[in-house]
C-alpha cells in the first residue's frame, strides 16, 4: 500500500497539479489585463498618421479588448485567445464590433509585453499572419503603454 501512494505521489508530481495547470494559464492570459495608450501605429509598413491613434485606449479583460477613441466611442471589440508558449506569442481575436470588420472574423497575429509595453500585430482580412514586428501588405500594428491606474 505505501509503495502504491509513493508511486501516486511521484505521478503527481510529474504531471503537476491539474488545479495548477489551470491556474498558470489564467495568470498567463492576465498578462494583458488593463488599460493602455496607443502610442504607434504602423499599416502595411508605413506609419499610422498620430491624428489617427491620439488619443485612442484598448482595455484587456481576461478574454477581451475594447478599443475606444478620443471621444470614447468604442470602435473594435473581440473576445481573444493567447498562446503563451509560442515565441512571440500568438493571438488570435473574434471580432465582434469592428468598422471594417463583420462580426466574427477573426483575425491572427503576434503579441508580446515587456513591462508596461504591448506590441501587438496583426493580418487583416485577406492578409497573411504575420511572422515578425513589421508589417506587410493587409497587416496592423500597434504600440501600446500601460496607462497608471490611480
Known sequence: M???LNLLS???LLL???DLRTEEKKEAQNQLTGVYVIVAGEREGQPEPAERIKGD???FTNDVI???DKNKKETYTATYKV???KKPAVITMKAAQAPEKEKGDVAR???EKDGDTVRLIYAL???EMPKTFKTKEKQLMFVLKAVKQE
Open 2 to 4: 505505501a509503495r502504491v
Open 10 to 12: 511521484v505521478t503527481l
Open 16 to 18: 503537476g497539479s491539474p
Open 57 to 59: 485606449t484598448v482595455r
Open 66 to 68: 475594447t478599443v475606444t
Open 83 to 85: 498562446d503563451w508558449s
Open 109 to 111: 497575429g503576434l503579441v
Open 125 to 127: 482580412p485577406g492578409g
